[in-house]
């Protein structure tokens, strides 16, 4: 019962902390929302860790592989997206849009 | 010591949360990337000591397994990332999207077998379901992203029966597996039928909805990943998975916005597919059309001799990989005395913001970048408007033609300007396949070649005069 409380207010709490978003961002965004449901990787290395016979291990192994790669994939992709935003010189306000 | 794991699942929570907040400011968007990474850090590291401290059942096994795949993982995914072409983003982003829907889907399966039982719980077919559907629709954009299949909208009556069947289908067997109980094969057909839909329901979809449905499987991952918490009891996959299904959900509905289409009018009207009889109708009549071209040279004396010139960058640019010889001509003459703006618009490039992206990796300076309100009613006052590889976010039909598919849809007033010079490849129709009424207009001077060879062209004449 306790995890359905968890899910609804991570529901409120998802729709509100990006309710504006500037469109220069909406790329990045995407990359970076899609980077954090990477921690399924956690997911896949607690199957791993219980698992019996070559059935369910192949199924961990693939599952912590591909969580992997969108964990670590996500984040550096995004970081190289934003590091390349930043490196201009100083930006004036005209980035600061409200 | 429960109590201590708990907390400090917590804390990655809320570093989530916090880098999310981050992510959605332009000031702070690179350190929100950074601290929902050190979330990611202490949810594994948590999970990690609390499987050897407090084992549940028993020790965990396959110790060295999971560091391989982790590593394997880990190095495929970051030197993918290192190399990947910033044109390809989108791309990148459905592939990445789908490994972590795939993994969701593998991590409910293991779990069904895990259990074998015959039947299975809500929590698990929703994982398995959303999360086949995530990563076979994923691929599918991946491919049609990637050229490997048609771009094209698909859209035929027999394919919605199919649909229809389909769906009929996954809930005769969502309703087996979960009251009568229909064990492993019933369970391997909901795997197959939810890979199956998610082929079919991004197959239809044309090139310039893409961006929208991958943001769309993107929240459709993020909650198969909160699914798998549910199954595994794991609060900290609850909390970032639903966190990202309703970011992502939210997000999908700002970029329809931007677009000025509704969600099911993209997953359903098979928008380029009722437009290609449209366009070949367009490219019959632009023959007849009136088009004036302007040769290289008379485009640099125009350029270097006028007070202002807007220029409007599309996806056909980033192609050609043209924007750092764009910026050089922006530069020549600015010193010229020219005031040079760059127009973005928010769907230029192929996902929102992707054009923002582009520039910045060319060094043009954050402060000529406008975006659409604000640029809009400077086209009037501007002598020049250069167009160069874009198409649909200038084409007047969005503000006039009601029986055009994008009508409605926001766009640049590049016709406005003074003159209007657009720099294309030839006359054919553009990524959306509708016909652009802009180059028959009096005002507009066609310069046809590529995007890098006219504009570097371009530059040469300008520093000859």
């Known amino acids: 019962m306790a995890e359905i409380w968890v899910f609804a207010l991570a529901v409120f709490v998802g729709f509100e902390v990006i309710s504006k978003v500037p469109v220069v961002l909406h790329t990045p965004l995407m990359s970076g929302t899609n980077a954090i449901h990477g921690i399924v990787m956690l997911g896949g290395v607690l199957v791993l860790a219980s698992a019996h016979g070559p059935a369910l291990t192949t199924l961990g192994f693939l599952a912590v592989v591909l969580g992997a790669m969108n964990l670590f994939g996500g984040f550096v992709v995004t970081d190289r997206m934003l590091e390349m935003f930043k490196a201009k010189k100083p930006r004036p306000a005209a980035v600061k849009k409200p | ?465």
């Open chain 2, 1 to 465: 010591m429960r109590f201590a794991f708990e907390f400090l699942y917590l804390l990655a929570a809320v570093l989530f949360i916090v880098g999310l907040k981050f992510l959605s400011s332009p000031a702070h968007a690179r350190r929100g990337n950074t601290t929902a990474a050190l979330g990611m850090v202490v949810a594994t590291v948590t999970l990690l000591a609390g499987m050897m401290l407090n084992p549940e059942g028993g020790p965990p096994h396959n110790l060295g397994l999971i560091a391989a795949a982790i590593a394997i993982g880990a190095v495929a995914g970051a030197v993918a990332a290192r190399r990947v072409a910033m044109t390809d983003m989108p791309q990148m982003v459905a592939i990445l999207n789908g490994c972590g829907g795939g993994s969701a889907a593998l991590i409910s399966t293991a779990e069904f077998l895990h259990m074998s039982q015959a039947r299975a719980g809500a929590d698990t077919m929703f994982g398995c379901i959303i999360g086949s559907i995530s990563f076979s629709g994923s691929v599918v954009a991946f491919a049609k992203l990637q050229g490997l299949v048609s771009e094209k909208a698909i859209n035929s009556p027999l394919q919605k029966v199919v649909n229809a069947l389909l769906f009929i289908g996954l809930l005769g067997l969502v309703g087996m597996l979960g009251f009568s109980g229909g064990g492993a094969p019933a369970f391997y057909a909901l795997l197959g039928v939810s890979l199956a839909f998610g082929v079919l329901m991004v197959m239809p979809i044309g090139g310039a909805d893409m961006p929208v449905v991958i943001s769309l499987l993107n929240s459709f991952t993020g909650l198969a990943v909160a699914a798998t918490g549910f199954v595994l009891h794991n609060n900290a996959l609850i909390i970032s998975g639903t966190l990202v299904g309703a970011s992502g959900t939210l997000l999908t509905m700002l970029m329809c916005k931007a677009m000025n289409r509704s969600l099911a009018n993209v997953l359903f009207a098979g928008f380029g597919a009722t437009t290609t009889a449209g366009a070949a109708g367009g490219a019959a009549a632009a023959a007849a059309k009136n088009v004036r071209e302007v040769s290289v040279d008379d485009a640099a004396v125009l350029l270097a001799n006028i007070q202002s010139l807007i220029i409007v960058p599309g996806y056909g640019m980033a192609v050609a990989q043209a924007q750092h010889s764009v910026r050089e001509l922006a530069d020549l003459l600015a010193k010229k005395g020219v005031d040079v703006k760059y127009a973005i618009h928010p769907v230029a490039g192929r996902m929102p913001g992707h054009m923002n992206v582009l520039l910045a990796e060319a060094n043009v300076p954050y402060d000529q970048l406008f975006d659409l309100d604000q640029i809009n009613p400077d086209f009037e006052r501007a002598d020049v408007a250069l167009v160069i590889g874009a198409n649909d976010v200038v084409n007047p039909a969005a503000r006039s033609d009601k029986a055009s598919p994008i009508y409605g849809m926001p766009i640049l007033d590049a016709d406005k300007a003074q003159h209007v010079i657009v720099i294309k490849r030839s006359m054919n129709p553009g990524f959306a396949g509708i016909d652009n009424q802009l180059y028959y207009e009096p005002r507009t001077s066609m310069l046809f070649g590529d995007a890098k060879g006219a504009v570097s062209k371009l530059v040469e004449a300008v520093k000859a005069m």
